[in-house]
């Protein structure tokens, strides 16, 4: 039986075999469970956040974390751990899965610049036989390390190179993250809290995001997530755990092999919530001697074999510039990093904003209303979120993917808040209520704003199939007033959350492929460049699209000037380039022969700013592909 169950007065010998339990692991020679007593300030930082000063998760039966007796004696005990709810656990994420990650996953092509780099280096680590080595445009590449290039070459080896292929690791990733999103929540709280978290993750705009994306940041996630899931369940287990705990260093090995240094984030988390709980102990239980030299042989191994076959410009690029870019001086010290965070979260949280905020506000007001189990998961939740966001103050580089792992924490929090309204009822207070009326005029609001923008952009019509999607978000908001009315809070969640997943598969389905895809100008240059009669060099001016090395299947050359274009278009052979339209008349004014257009494509940045200007095509660029010799 879970320690979590211990205190609940309705279990049974029936929970014993359940999913969710622990067996007892395998114990190291003297690794006997050793206490932390804590003392001073220490010590009542830890009580203040459920802490006991012993070792941790590991309280007397009939008392809290803190030796007293449980500070809510009526709570009403929670239904949240009903075979019921686990048995709809796996089918309804799976379920919701479909629309938010799977559904559509393939028909837009690869978004600039991060998703066509990784595909291209993945499909020439294949084509050039060297699986320890990413290459782009013909050369090593060195950003990133290698375990999502693995993962996206065994994808294109047994499925084919597509943009589905290219994303089905990070799909089935971000299908990984809610599995175990429901764990944490079951060990943390309950089954249902666990439930309702995951599905508030699969529904949050980041995540899915994310999940979509052929890029790393979802798998980095997963991994994070099964270290924090493994730590847990060996501070839990009786005897101390050691094979659970061998797991989570491995995982934190794979994620230094996926992100680099931000694949330490979750032994950050677990160190910094042991030493404000005053349970220093726990690192007994998280094996943490050996535990260090099984990630460093999961992860090092790669990064040696780099150094050694490609010297310093390896060591210099992936390593030094990698640290200088993303943690500069200062960067540490700089409000500029939380300033970004705070200003991104809101927005990529959405639409459990308001109910993470609110989850946290009751959590701390009503700190002596919850259980001792509930207190150990909001202070575990609680944390998680502040050492991410510090993380994110620390590194130089501002990218909202770096908080993809404060969703989770919030996502629990969400969780914990709907299973205790549950349980509560009339009794949960105004906390949920609150949330849900907040929410309601949100999707009302959000709802005008998404019609408003489709027809400003798109001239889309009343009657088209993007407009069920403002339409879907208006009529939750009323559905969600209508149930709150009524006195049904969990309600709300239902529709909350369908609401948006099904919201995100008809942006995938029908408005990316239909009317973003138009303003995507990679893949269409690049098909017409291969279809020329003789093989020949392509050229770019400027910056160079990604996609378009992809989508060609070749190398592009960059020029960096006008003299460059024209003396690139002079050479013999077939010559095509790709330039802007601006650039057009001053490269044919340098050009002694003769230019022949082939294609021209509208390409488009949208971004928010700009859609509430008056100008919203102001981001918008057209590409030219010329040639020096006329097609046939």
């Not at 050793?34 to 009939?62: F, K, M, N, Q, R």
């Amino acid at each position: 039986m879970s320690i979590y169950d211990r205190n609940d007065p309705i279990a049974s010998d029936a929970d014993s075999d359940e999913e969710f339990d622990d067996q007892p692991d395998d114990v190291e020679p003297g690794d006997e469970a050793e206490g932390s007593t804590g003392d001073g300030d220490a010590a009542s930082l830890g009580a203040a956040l459920g802490g006991s000063g012993h070792d941790v998760y590991d309280p007397p039966l009939d008392t809290s974390l803190d030796g007293t007796a449980d500070a809510s004696p009526d709570a009403p005990v929670a239904g949240g751990n009903t075979w019921t709810v686990r048995l709809l656990a796996m089918p309804l994420l799976f379920l919701f899965a479909v629309p938010t990650i799977f559904l559509g996953l393939g028909r837009s092509s690869l978004w600039e610049p991060d998703e066509p780099r990784f595909a291209e280096a993945s499909r020439e680590m294949l084509a050039a036989g060297d699986r320890l080595t990413p290459y782009f445009n013909g050369e090593p590449v060195f950003e990133e390390p290698i375990l999502y290039y693995w993962l996206q070459a065994a994808s294109f080896e047994r499925l084919g190179i597509s943009e589905y292929t290219a994303r089905m690791p990070a799909g089935l990733a971000g299908l990984g993250c809610l599995l175990l999103v429901a764990l944490i929540g079951a060990r943390l709280f309950s089954a249902r809290a666990g439930l309702l978290a995951a599905l508030a993750l699969a529904t949050t705009f980041r995540f899915v995001v994310s999940t979509r994306s052929g890029v790393p940041d979802t798998a980095l996630l997963f991994f994070t997530l099964a270290a924090l899931y493994a730590f847990i369940r060996a501070a839990e287990s009786d005897p101390p755990g050691g094979r659970i705990a061998y797991l989570g260093w491995i995982a934190v090995g794979l994620a230094v092999l996926t992100g680099g240094l931000l694949g330490l984030l979750p032994v950050a988390i677990w160190i910094v919530w042991l030493v404000l709980t005053a349970r220093l102990g726990g690192l007994g239980r998280m094996r943490a001697a050996t535990g260090l030299w099984l990630m460093l042989a999961t992860a090092l191994p790669w990064y040696l074999y780099m150094a050694w076959t490609h010297g310093r410009s390896f060591i210099e690029l992936a390593l030094l510039s990698d640290v200088m870019a993303r943690y500069e001086p200062g960067a540490s010290t700089s409000a500029g990093g939380v300033l970004f965070a705070l200003a991104a979260w809101p927005g990529d949280a959405m639409p459990w904003t308001i109910y993470a905020v609110v989850a946290a506000v009751s959590v701390f007001l009503g700190w002596g209303q919850l259980s001792a189990e509930q207190r150990r998961g909001a202070g575990l939740c609680v944390v998680w979120f502040g050492v991410v966001l510090a993380t994110c103050a620390m590194v130089s580089a501002r990218r909202p993917e770096y908080l993809l792992a404060a969703y989770p924490a919030g996502a629990l929090l969400v969780g914990l808040l709907f299973d205790r309204a549950a349980d509560l009822g009339d009794d949960a207070g105004p906390w949920t209520g609150l949330a849900n009326w907040l929410t309601a005029l949100g999707l009302l609001a959000l709802g005008g704003l998404v019609g408003w923008l489709l027809q400003r952009l798109f001239g889309a019509p009343l009657t088209s199939l993007a407009m069920a999607l403002p339409a879907a978000l208006v009529l939750g908001g009323i559905f969600m007033a209508i149930f709150q009315r009524t006195g049904r809070p969990l309600w709300a969640f239902s529709v909350v959350a369908p609401v948006f997943a099904l919201g995100y598969g008809l942006l995938a389905v029908d408005v990316v492929p239909r009317e973003l895809e138009r303003y995507k100008p990679a893949r269409p240059l690049a098909q017409i460049a291969a279809t020329q009669s003789e093989p020949g060099r392509i050229g770019m001016v400027g910056d160079l699209d990604r996609g378009l090395v992809f989508y060609s299947g070749q190398n592009v050359e960059r020029l960096a000037t006008v003299d460059d274009t024209a003396a690139f278009l002079a050479e013999d052979g077939l010559r095509l380039c790709v330039l802007r339209a601006d650039d057009l008349d001053a490269v044919h004014g340098r050009y002694a022969g003769t230019l022949y257009q082939l294609a021209e494509q509208p390409g488009r940045r949208i971004r928010f700013a700009d859609l509430l200007g008056s100008d919203a095509a102001a981001e918008t660029t057209t590409l030219i592909l010329v040639s020096n010799t006329s097609p046939e």
